[in-house]
């Protein structure tokens, strides 16, 4: 049997703080914590977010992950991450696959939102490309 995907892992420095940021701000639904730190998303594929205690772990804090998170009705979505403080560093845009975000973690690490379904052109919210 080929190998699957477990998890995908992002570094930070306060786990306590992460783990809020990642379920309360993003709303994923934290399946497992430890002295590891702790996994989310539901299904074969996990988000791990682990302290960063070793010196190779801490130069990887805060940088773009290169992960994209599929939302289905991405503004209002963005719009509750901005009530709680989310720092965005692209505001939902409208482009030809989509509209697409950015956001950081508090850490500065760096994940896209992306919603396949173009809103009308009169949604607010939303930047033209």
Known sequence: MPPVLHSIAIFVADIDRAKRFYRDDLGLVMTREGSFGAEFI???THLGVHPAIHPDAQALIGRHTGITFHIDGILPYCERLHERGVKFLAEPTRQSFGVMAMIADPDGNV???W???IPDESAEGVHPH
Request: net charge negative; hydrophobic share 35%.
């Open 42 to 44: 539901e299904g074969p």
């Open 111 to 113: 994940f896209a939102l």
């Open 115 to 117: 919603d396949d379904r």
